[in-house]
C-alpha cells in the first residue's frame, strides 16, 4: 500500500486503515527548511506530532508506543533515482510505503 501525497492541499488530512486500525494522518511542509513532517493520530488521541520524513527511514521507528502502526511506513523511491526527500520528488517518485515495497 501507498499513503496519499496531495502537495497541494497541504497541510490536509487523511484516514487510513492499516491491518483493521484507522489511523489519522496529517502532512505538513517547513518551506524554510524543506521538509516534511506527519502528525498521527489514533482514536482521536495524537500519538505523535511533526515527525520528519526521511529518505529511506521508516516514520515513527524511533517511538516504543503499542497504538504505533504495526507495519512500517517508510518513504523510498523504486526506481532508485532519488536519495532523498524534497517537495519536487515527495509524491511523484519518492512514496511512502506501507509494509514491503513489493506487497
Known amino acids: 500500500m501507498i499513503l496519499p501525497i496531495y502537495k497541494e492541499r497541504i497541510p490536509y488530512e487523511f484516514e487510513v486503515n492499516i491491518k483493521g ?22 482514536n482521536g488521541e ?6 520528519k520524513i526521511t529518505y529511506g527511514r521508516p516514520l515513527f521507528g524511533a ?17 532508485g533515482d532519488a536519495n532523498e526527500v524534497t517537495y519536487d520528488n515527495f509524491g511523484e517518485s519518492v512514496l511512502l510505503y506501507v509494509g514491503d515495497v513489493d506487497g
Open 21 to 42: 486500525e484507522i489511523f489519522t494522518f496529517e502532512l505538513h511542509y517547513n518551506g524554510d527548511n524543506d521538509f516534511f513532517a506527519i502528525d498521527l493520530s489514533k
Open 46 to 51: 495524537v500519538i505523535i506530532y511533526g515527525e
Open 63 to 79: 517511538l516504543s508506543d503499542t497504538r504505533l502502526p504495526t507495519l512500517s511506513i517508510t518513504p523510498l523511491d523504486p526506481s
